[in-house]
């Protein structure tokens, strides 16, 4: 079997609009950053409503140190936050290096190879139907249920320079407690989300319309927001979303010096996904394989 790539060590490369403001000089400090990616995900903060689902066409890239290999997939993404009533909910649909499907609807997951006809199946109630952040499960996907709070799971720095060259705010966290699969989370905020949060003005979305996976186009470029060479012709252009999102970039070391990265094109927030939306339906002549060490995401 080839090799897969898992994709939820991290919520990982999002990339967003520059938001329309007025020239201003506006004094951030490392609380103002931290509050913009709390609130954002937050009931009751600043009077708006958190995000609490988003859609987008993603990029993934995973380091391995040991093996000095770089591994790249894309495909499209569709995440449902925790809340009090409700547990964590993703699929992620793989459409290179090879199709796949990762879904869990909080209780089970299911890790689905079209071209191999096998779907593996694992009982994970015990890390998702819990609501919010908890790192004493440690699991690296916990952390996407604990953005409202990640001051308190981590403590938060500037990261070396502080900003990046196009002056969005960068990030280095390290968790309060040990964690088996966290050494170090460095995320990229957005400038105009920032700014957002400190004016209370509405940043204004821009980029091209969202692309679907059918009708995927070669880019005009062939470069990632960051300066690195995108993996895939026929990838969307990243650098467009529909909807403001604080999260430029999230990226994430484990203790053995591997990393991911994801990048995020085309986001589209609170768009009330269904919770049938992570419920994976067997296809006929699918063979059913029950999780092991060898096969369960980490």
């Given amino acids: 079997m080839k090799h897969r790539i898992a994709p939820i060590i991290s919520l990982l490369f999002l990339s967003l609009p520059a938001a329309a403001f007025a020239a201003q000089q506006i004094s951030v400090g490392l609380n103002d950053v931290i509050a913009t990616v709390e609130k954002s995900f937050k009931a009751g903060s600043n009077g708006r409503a958190p995000i609490s689902d988003f859609t987008a066409d993603f990029f993934q890239r995973t380091l391995l140190k040991k093996d000095g290999r770089e591994m790249r997939a894309d495909g499209v993404a569709s995440v449902k936050l925790a809340t009090a009533t409700s547990p964590l909910m993703y699929l992620f649909q793989y459409f290179r290096p090879n199709r796949q499907e990762i879904v869990t609807d909080g209780k089970s997951l299911w890790i689905y190879h079209p071209e191999n006809r096998e779907v593996i199946m694992s009982d994970v109630s015990s890390a998702y139907s819990h609501p919010g952040f908890n790192p004493d499960r440690d699991r690296a996907v916990n952390f996407l249920q604990g953005l409202g709070r990640i001051s308190k799971d981590f403590q938060i720095n500037f990261a070396s320079g502080r900003n990046d060259a196009a002056g969005n705010y960068l990030l280095e966290l390290y968790p309060r407690r040990a964690m088996l699969s966290i050494q170090r989370i460095l995320l990229v905020v957005s400038h105009d989300s920032v700014l957002s949060y400190v004016t209370g003005a509405t940043p204004l979305a821009s980029g091209p319309a969202p692309v679907s996976p059918g009708s995927r186009t070669i880019p005009s470029t062939n470069r990632t927001p960051f300066g690195t060479p995108a993996p895939f012709a026929g990838m969307p252009a990243f650098g467009g979303t529909s909807d403001p999102f604080p999260l430029l970039s999230t990226h994430v070391e484990d203790h053995e010096g591997n990393s991911t990265t994801m990048e995020f094109?085309?986001?589209?927030?609170?768009?009330?996904?269904?919770?049938?939306?992570?419920?994976?339906?067997?296809?006929?002549g699918v063979q059913a394989v029950k999780s092991s060490g060898h096969n369960q995401p980490r």
């Fill in 265 to 284: 094109a085309n986001v589209k927030t609170n768009t009330h996904l269904a919770d049938a939306a992570f419920f994976f339906q067997i296809p006929l």
